[in-house]
């Protein structure tokens, strides 16, 4: 009797366990699942505060992140226009033929240490604008690329919404991000 009563409670303990394992693991996975959301929409705000402030390299490193833990069409074509947005940036100042200010946004690409304060990379702003030109093209390629495979129509209607903002922004488009894409 003792034997079938001990046997009785292990066995209420593990559907009692089983029971509140259950009801916690989607508990679990629910919070993980909101703690990921608001980082990846931190990241969106924070490349957007770059973009702002001209800091490009941090505005693409804050995309890669989104990107990394939000696969998507989207990740893909908020990573590209920062490259486009850089790009326009230097085309700008190309225009205005102010080639310090392409130098320091070389350097803003380049740079990520403290010891670049005490050794500085040295580029001739002239040759960097065309080095990084190269490598924004090339970079913005293989990224639109990417969101065209796995969404075409919704790339394209992406699109379509940057360049309204461009024509919208024409002096400064670089500086932000479409309203509609809601960084």
Not at 40 to 59: E, N, P, Q, T
Request: aromatic share 10%; glycine share 6%; hydrophobic share 45%.
């Amino acid at each position: 009797m003792n034997g079938q009563r001990i046997q009785s409670l292990l066995v209420v303990g593990l559907v009692i366990g089983v029971l509140m394992a259950g009801f916690l693991a989607p508990q679990s996975v629910f919070a993980t699942q909101r703690i990921q959301e608001a980082l990846s929409v931190s990241h969106l705000h924070r490349a957007k505060l770059y973009v702002a402030a001209g800091d490009y390299r941090r505005a693409v490193e804050a995309c890669q992140k989104y990107l990394d833990e939000v696969p998507s069409v989207e990740g893909y074509v908020y990573l590209a226009y920062v490259y486009e947005a850089i790009e326009g940036y230097l085309a700008d100042l190309q225009k205005r033929d102010d080639w310090v200010k392409v130098g320091h946004v070389a350097l803003n690409l380049t740079s990520r240490k403290l010891i670049d304060i005490i050794d500085p990379p040295n580029v001739m702003p002239r040759m960097a604008r065309e080095m990084i030109h190269e490598g924004l093209r090339q970079q913005f390629d293989i990224t639109s690329a990417m969101a065209n495979r796995l969404d075409s129509k919704h790339t394209k209607k992406m699109w379509i919404q940057q360049n309204a903002w461009r024509e919208a922004h024409p002096g400064d488009w670089w500086s932000g991000v479409p309203e509609k894409w809601d960084w």
